[in-house]
């Protein structure tokens, strides 16, 4: 598998984040990394859910900051998570071995497992990291939590579209959330036209607004 690695930077909260090299975008808020990725996936979206056993879907991978926090919050509130990850342009994993980043046990082994493979990373936390394009993907599982973490619209104008979000819409259980950072007015009319209930929320620190998007449970299968 080929790797890319991406400059790190440090952003407000005093987490590192990745900038990546083609397209000069950061991975999470300059803000604050770790700060938006709880606010956005944890807090308004993971915690939130109301089940005990969850199945996870995440769009773009990344540095594992968002997977990370979610096995955290999972041994910490006794849930049982099944995580899955997209990702067409992985990390070189030994780029996250750094200082700047979590030194822990847990976020060395999401960085250590094996691509394509399931793998129990800590007991009530299965993580399954998917080298392959969104715009690809089949998803054959169901999903109680979608975290949807992408580059911005402007970058990956594709991944933002109501096409894509029709096929995930398909794969989420009545009550699902679909979270993400942005708050664009075509994001949201997109996430409207394949029927979700969207709700912009106040954003992570240094942001205006998130947006929270739920299937309702008239829509179930």
């Keep these: ?33 770790v700060s938006e990725s709880e606010h956005v996936f944890i807090r308004n979206g993971l915690a939130l859910c109301g089940k005990d056993v969850i199945s996870i879907f995440e769009a773009g991978f990344g540095s594992g900051i968002n ?12 849930k049982m998570v099944r995580y899955f990850a ?11 071995q750094v200082p700047q980043f979590p030194s822990d046990r847990i976020f060395r082994s999401i960085h250590s497992t094996e691509w394509g493979r399931e793998t129990e990373v800590t007991e009530g ?10 715009a690809e993907t089949v ?3 169901k999903f109680d939590v979608v975290y949807f973490d992408m580059f911005a619209p402007d970058t990956v104008p594709g991944l933002w579209t109501g096409e894509l979000f ?22 949201k009319r997109a996430l409207r036209s394949v029927g979700l209930e969207v709700k912009r929320l106040p954003g992570a620190p240094g942001k205006r607004h998130m947006v929270r998007a739920v299937k309702p449970p008239d829509n179930g299968q």
Excluded at 86 to 96: A, H, N, T
Excluded at 170 to 183: D, E, H, I, N, S
Aim: glycine share 8%; with cysteine.
């Design 1 to 33: 598998m080929e790797y890319i690695r991406p400059h790190i930077r440090i952003t407000g909260d005093g987490s590192p984040t990745l900038v990546c090299p083609r397209s000069g975008d950061t991975y999470h808020s300059v803000n604050g990394a």
């Design 67 to 78: 997977a990370w926090l979610t096995a955290k919050y999972a041994a910490e509130n006794g």
């Design 86 to 96: 997209v990702e067409k342009f992985p990390v070189d994993p030994s780029l996250l």
């Design 125 to 134: 936390f299965k993580l399954v990291k998917i080298h392959g394009d969104l």
């Design 139 to 141: 998803f054959d599982v």
């Design 166 to 187: 029709a096929r995930i819409a398909q794969a989420m259980v009545p009550g699902t959330a679909l979270v993400t950072y942005c708050a664009k007015g075509e994001v």
